[in-house]
């Protein structure tokens, strides 16, 4: 007689991981992107930190949780406090969690490295391009902590030059860990290219939305400077701390 009970306890195990990874990863996701915002009036849209942990998520846990954790959790976010996002956010930041986790999946195994460094470095001239095209409007941003119903306190001002001076210095910074090779290589190209997937993402819904008369007025392109920027940031916390997490698994 066959006993089956050891396999069926470990199928238990691998169905109740699989929720806890989508539960956790979703969350992660949320509750950063809810933590930290800046405010962009051009778009009635925001910044956060959200990438980071979708990067996290997709890097650790596979394009599966990836996509589903950043597609929700970033969702939920928006549902909150940006709701006329809710729908694109869903559609982009997933697709975003699933390249992330695949190319970074395939790039480990040995796949295609050539074709994906050059679009990193399509990334990095598209944000030094954006950047020094959105310097010269001379605006600022807002800094906030939370989310409007909460009633933080703005915590300051920031002018869009400073950011641009970030931004150029997180893309060199990441550009020169992608042409190494290792596994922060392969996470930093996989982090920039589902970035740049992010990036147009959202252009091309408010646009839409722009199209449609749903949010008359706005300007999707002043958009572009704070979503690249917030995928270097992202991307910046998130290799590193992949890589800790996997060196201490070890």
Do not use: H
């Not at 597609?71 to 976010?77: D, E, L, N, T, Y």
């Not at 190209?189 to 199209?211: D, S």
């Amino acid at each position: 007689m066959t006993d089956t009970s050891g396999g069926a306890w470990n199928a238990s195990y691998r169905t109740a991981r699989t929720i806890v990874s989508f539960g956790l990863g979703t969350a992660f996701v949320a509750v950063l992107t809810m933590v930290f915002r800046l405010d962009i009036p051009a778009t009635k849209g925001y910044f956060n930190l959200g990438d980071a942990a979708i990067f996290i998520s997709a890097l650790l846990m596979g394009p599966a949780v990836g996509m589903f954790a950043g597609g929700v959790g970033s969702a939920i976010a928006d549902i909150i406090g940006y709701p006329i996002f809710a729908p694109g956010t869903l559609v982009v930041k997933g697709i975003e969690g699933f390249l992330a986790g695949s190319l970074y999946a395939k790039m480990r195994k040995g796949g295609s490295r050539k074709t994906s460094l050059a679009i990193a470095g399509a990334l990095l001239a598209l944000g030094a391009a954006t950047s020094l095209a959105i310097s010269s409007l001379g605006s600022e941003l807002a800094i906030a902590l939370g989310y409007p119903f909460a009633q933080y306190s703005i915590v300051g001002v920031v002018g869009i030059d400073l950011w641009v001076v970030l931004l150029l210095i997180f893309g060199l910074a990441l550009f020169y860990v992608a042409i190494r090779k290792g596994e922060s290589s392969s996470a930093t190209i996989a982090c920039a290219v589902a970035g740049l997937e992010m990036v147009a993402g959202y252009f091309l819904y408010e646009q839409l939305l722009l199209v449609l008369g749903i949010l008359p007025g706005i300007v999707p392109v002043a958009e572009v400077f704070p979503n690249i920027a917030q995928a270097l940031i992202g991307t910046a916390v998130a290799v590193p701390s992949v890589g800790q997490i996997l060196k201490a698994k070890r």
